[in-house]
């Protein structure tokens, strides 16, 4: 401790506070009793201590930045990296009507068509197509057999072909007769889809080749791969894929085509680009999969993966 004198100042007495500078820095110290102002008086002050003084450590080499971790496998990826890609369908044969009648002619044939619809295997279709159970003697026949199929981006329509079913010596020579064939496209599935309901379709599609007559089909899509369509909003995931894939027919040219993301600010400036030519952009939230020119093999043929950052 320290002893400190201090004077009481004019105007003040015994019982005031006075605040008093110090080694030690401000001090609120009361006046002794009959103390009166030019007089003296000591107080104790603590000594404040000396903090030791370090030298600062030699600064250290900083550690160069760890290099981004691998890329996570996409939930769902198989062993050859490729995302199962498949929407659900459940497809309704309803019914038909006023089908031809295959059997009213021919020497071993008389009486009234025995229809069955054959559901076709397209290109899309995950399966082997369907067949719905025969209808004895009717020209309206009735079914109601629901089917039930996973289809992928390869698919463009659902296509039907009703047939006459023979016994016989007649089913031995010419086999089943063609009633007629139908089409859908998926188009006209997607078309008119609210968002957040079920893709659901009820129509009647006309019989041709040879026809006449017509075919009810009801149909219903469960889209596990989100679909876009006209005021139809989809929200993205904070990591998902845009593919782009193609395929030639035997005798046609091959084509090149190519997947590219141009980003644009508020006033139409390009801020970055990404293309089989520039694989990353966007601080690496955008990375392009390279260039493909044959479209072999399963899955896209040209991939943009988008990752949120």
């Known amino acids: 401790m320290q002893r400190v004198a201090v004077t009481v100042p004019h105007g003040a007495s015994g019982g005031h506070t006075l605040t008093v500078q110090t080694p030690s820095g401000l001090m609120n110290v009361q006046v002794p009793q009959g103390l009166q102002p030019g007089q003296t008086f000591e107080m104790l002050v ?7 003084s370090y030298a600062a450590p030699p600064s ?12 996570q496998p996409w939930p769902g990826d198989n062993e050859t990296g ?3 890609e498949y929407n659900e369908l459940e497809l309704t044969i309803v019914e038909a009507k006023r089908v031809r009648n295959a059997d009213s002619s021919g020497l071993f044939k008389k ?6 619809c054959v559901i076709k295997d397209v290109k ?15 020209l309206d026949p009735v079914w109601n057999q629901t089917f039930h199929f996973k289809f992928n981006y390869k698919l463009s329509s659902l296509k039907f072909k009703l047939f006459d079913e023979d016994n016989g ?6 086999g089943d007769d063609k009633l007629g064939s139908a089409e859908v496209q998926i188009a006209k599935l997607l078309h008119g889809a609210q968002p957040d309901e079920p893709i659901t379709l009820d129509t009647w599609l006309p ?9 009810h089909i009801k149909a219903k899509i469960r889209a596990n791969i989100p679909m876009a369509t006209p005021g139809r909003r989809v ?9 782009l894939a193609w395929e030639f027919k035997k005798k046609q040219p091959p084509l090149d085509l190519d997947a590219s993301i141009v980003g644009l600010d508020a006033y139409e400036n390009i801020m970055d680009i990404v293309s089989y030519k520039q694989l990353r952009g966007f601080h690496g939230a955008v990375v392009h999969s390279g260039d493909d020119r044959t479209g072999d093999g399963g899955g896209d043929d040209g991939e943009l993966v988008f990752a949120q950052r």
């Open 82 to 84: 490729t995302k199962p």
């Open 46 to 52: 603590p000594v404040q201590q000396a903090q030791p």
């Open 235 to 243: 929200p993205l995931p904070p990591r998902f894929r845009i593919g």
């Open 169 to 174: 010596i007649a089913s031995s020579l010419d």
């Open 60 to 71: 250290m080499p900083m550690a160069a930045p760890a290099p981004p971790p691998p890329p």
């Open 207 to 215: 019989l041709r080749k040879p026809g006449p007559g017509e075919l």
């Open 111 to 116: 009486g009234i068509s025995d229809p069955y």
């Open 124 to 138: 899309g279709l995950i399966g082997d197509g369907g067949k719905t159970r025969t209808v004895k003697d009717s």
